[in-house]
């Protein structure tokens, strides 16, 4: 399964499936009921657009079900 990503250094988004989901993996419900992942999701591969390793947490990543992805 491929994710979406965005490059932190230059704000364009990429997808890959070479990523781990690393720390935990924990989920929390939240006063609302909403579910929350915690975690962080670590690049296998230095990004494509910079050349830069990232490290992610699991709620700064893109929805790609949102109208703009």
């Known amino acids: 399964m491929k994710f ?6 230059r704000g364009t ?6 990523f781990s989901i690393m720390d935990g993996q ?3 419900t ?3 009921g ?8 670590v690049l296998h591969d230095p990004c494509p657009v910079c050349g830069k390793s990232h490290h992610y947490r ?4 893109i ?7």
């Open 34 to 41: 909403r579910k929350i992942l915690k975690a962080t999701i």
């Open 13 to 18: 988004t990429f997808s890959t499936n070479a």
């Open 58 to 61: 699991a709620d700064e990543m």
């Open 26 to 28: 924990r989920v929390l």
């Open 4 to 9: 979406i990503f965005s490059c932190p250094e």
């Open 63 to 69: 929805c790609p079900f949102t109208p703009n992805h």
């Open 30 to 32: 939240d006063a609302a």
